[in-house]
């Protein structure tokens, strides 16, 4: 295949905001696109009218600008109904649709007479068998039809990439409803019809989706359209082993952008995820898209640990210049020179927001702490004059080292916690000026400043 010809797509559901899987699976077709030259497109999946809404839709589409995913077309199942219709006059005339009329509840009692018999739920195709005098009958009385695809008894197979020789029989699969009685166009069919109008050439998603396949692959046959490629990735489970399901806010992309996780610690951990290829914090989603190769991923479920996600955020913050983050550090109130600022204090940041922390210490009130009054005395009689640069702490702590005696640990450990009031921190030579000459004094003589 020229590598042109390659067409992918994130198919979300408006239902709710996108977690860590979504965006995997959305961040890979992305990546897969962008590899072979291809096209990626943004479909929302919204039939669901009561429970897709305006507001997830736009949400979907700001956490993909963030992760900074753009598309190259864009499109809403709710407008195109049309198609879906087509679609159904399709299969009526080629054979494989048919009405029926089954309410709710007689089929619930299909299905759990089927289970309790040991048999699986699969539709029994009562209504085949009715004569085109019984439907006009069940309409006139008021019923409307839903739609069923006739499942071909022949075997499905498919090479998938992931989860490699798949085969299913046909007979073992139910004949899916295609369209409600109240003309809704279910996800099975309407994906279908999309795909193949869409031109998709590789269908990248969750592998819950491996047991829709088998139909959906009739489907397309039954359309005239050409197969995709199909990439079921595992799923992520939690930390513990269990599920992630939508609801988890703090694994939402947008409760990890609240938390102050990077868009790219995101991605460098999404992209390799469950797969064999190392996780490796990058500056920029180009560094990504060579690496990918999606025959890398394992069959088996990944564990997400939010705590790797934030030793990737720590490398993946060293490596952002100053212009990439100068906004956000305004908004924290980053003193001064903010790019100096910034080099002094990466270092110790899990998150960006963090920075706002080292704020507060560097421009107080803060309480010291001094254990020794009378060597914080007499190293406050040493502080240089202003103006302070980098140079400041050297020359400061080597007249401090020669008056008191004090080195290494012994002279540094105070000085750091007088002025900080903590045994760690950033690197006092780059810190210390934003601390300056006033509050340090004050600090010294262990006064909240
Ligand atoms: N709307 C479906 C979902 O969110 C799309 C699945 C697919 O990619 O076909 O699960």
């Excluded at 089954?102 to 009692?109: D, G, K, P, R, V």
């Amino acid at each position: 295949m020229a590598s042109a010809d390659v067409t992918v797509r994130f198919a979300p559901s408006p239902t709710g905001r996108l977690h860590v899987g979504n965006g995997r699976v959305a961040l890979l077709n992305w990546l897969y696109a962008r590899k072979f030259g291809g096209r990626f497109i943004l479909r929302h999946d919204d039939t669901d009218t009561e429970r897709s809404t305006e507001e997830f839709v736009q949400a979907i589409e700001l956490d993909l600008t963030w992760l900074g995913l753009s598309w190259d077309a864009r499109y809403r199942q709710s407008e195109r109904r049309d198609r879906y219709a087509a679609g159904l006059d399709r299969l009526v005339a080629a054979g494989r649709a048919y009405p029926c009329f089954e309410s709710a509840e007689e089929l619930s009692l299909k299905r759990k007479t089927q289970l309790a018999a040991g048999r699986a739920p699969i539709y029994d195709r009562a209504a085949l068998k009715l004569t085109a005098r019984e439907c006009d009958q069940f309409e006139a009385a008021g019923h409307k039809p839903h739609w069923r695809f006739l499942v071909d008894a022949k075997p499905v197979q498919w090479d998938d990439v992931i989860h490699g020789p798949m085969r299913f029989s046909g007979s073992d699969l139910s004949d899916p409803v295609l369209v409600r009685e109240d003309g809704t166009p279910l996800y099975t069919f309407t994906s279908v019809v999309d795909d193949g109008e869409m031109g998709i050439t590789h269908v990248i998603r969750g592998d819950d989706h491996l047991a829709n396949t088998a139909v959906q692959i009739q489907l397309f046959q039954a359309l005239g359209a050409a197969v995709p490629v199909f990439s079921h990735l595992a799923l992520f489970t939690g930390a513990g082993g269990e599920g992630l399901s939508k609801r988890l806010g703090s694994l939402s992309l947008s409760g990890l952008r609240d938390q102050g996780i990077e868009a790219m610690a995101i991605n460098c951990l999404l992209a390799r995820l469950g797969s064999s290829d190392p996780v490796e914090p990058v500056e920029h989603l180009a560094d990504l898209v060579a690496g990918v190769d999606l025959s890398h991923f394992g069959r088996a479920p990944a564990k997400f640990d939010p705590e790797e996600l934030t030793a990737l955020n720590h490398k993946v913050l060293q490596k952002l210049p100053y212009a990439t983050v100068r906004d956000r550090l305004a908004a924290l109130g980053v003193p001064g020179d903010a790019g100096a600022f910034w080099d002094a204090v990466r270092p110790n940041l899990t998150t960006l927001n963090e920075a706002a922390d080292w704020v507060r210490i560097a421009q107080g009130p803060i309480a010291p702490v001094v254990e020794d009054p009378a060597f914080a005395a007499a190293a406050a009689q040493l502080l240089p004059a202003a103006p302070w640069g980098e140079q400041t702490w050297s020359d400061w702590t080597h007249a401090v080292g020669s008056a008191t005696g004090a080195k290494g640990k012994k002279l540094f450990r105070p000085l750091r916690l007088a002025l900080t009031g903590r045994e760690h921190g950033p690197e006092m030579m780059k810190f210390l000026p934003f601390i300056g000459r006033e509050r340090a004094a004050a600090r010294l003589a262990g006064e909240t400043a």
